[in-house]
């Protein structure tokens, strides 16, 4: 089974290339540039580097949500028309899911979090058990600092809690003086990655759970910052 991944839920980028199984290769960057100059480019690289063609590929899975509006857009729009054009299936894969097979194989308890703004985060709780499978624990949310500090102390108090993407820093200074069993992930496993967007769609084709490239649709757990504002005004007159 292989595997074409893309991520582009955040400021960085990546595109991945799963081979039965094994991480075939990998193209990140984190540059700044927007990724509608970096994706396809990284992408022709990366199958062409490693004697690849999109004919090879059964399944193209991206990071459908939450994260940024744009980025999201960008990336489900690269994958449908790669997989419109080959004919293939896509796996939608939730971005906090993604985060957390950075830790597979590991005992960790993973809260993976990206930025919402506002003190807020989008936010799902992980376990990596013994057998290297990842379980879900809560589905992903949108969140206050304190309500997940409220969470964290109800019922993860016995043991470690590893913070994990690209909220991980913010939402650690916020919480860390009301949950004391909180750590941050390490920067080379925080943030978002293709390769964990393809891992978490293996288990998706494993369940049945592939959609066709019409079916791609980002899933947002709230609303743009410009129609919040817009709401907001329209609720004051």
């Known amino acids: 089974m292989n595997i074409l991944a893309m991520d582009s839920s955040a400021k960085s980028a990546s595109v991945a290339y799963l081979k039965n199984g094994m991480l075939a290769g990998q193209f990140y960057i984190n540059s700044g540039l927007t990724h509608s100059t970096t994706l396809m480019p990284m992408t022709e690289n990366l199958l062409n580097i490693a004697g690849l063609s999109l004919k090879d590929v059964d399944v193209f899975a991206v990071s459908c949500g939450p994260g940024s509006f744009t980025g999201l857009r960008i990336g489900i729009a690269a994958i449908k028309g790669m997989a419109l054009a080959t004919d293939k299936p896509c796996a939608a894969v939730s971005t906090l899911e993604a985060i957390a097979y950075n830790f597979k194989g590991t005992d960790k308890l993973v809260c993976s979090l990206i930025d919402a703004r506002c003190k807020r985060f989008f936010c799902a709780f992980f376990r990596c058990e013994d ?3 990842l379980k879900r624990l809560t589905e992903d949310k949108a969140l206050s600092y304190e309500e997940i500090s409220e969470i964290i102390n109800r019922d993860y108090t016995d043991t470690k809690v590893t913070l994990a993407g690209d909220g991980a820093e913010a939402a650690y200074e916020l919480i860390k003086s009301s949950a004391d ?5 390490p920067l080379h496993l925080c943030f978002q990655q293709s390769a964990g ?6 288990k998706y084709i494993k369940l049945g759970k592939t ?6 649709v980002p899933m947002y757990l709230s609303l743009p910052q410009a129609q919040r504002e817009l709401q907001k005004k329209l609720r004051g007159k």
């Open 211 to 216: 959609v066709s490239s019409h079916q791609l």
């Open 131 to 133: 057998n290297g499978e």
């Open 181 to 185: 069993n909180i750590e941050a992930a």
């Open 197 to 202: 967007v393809a891992m978490a769609a293996e």
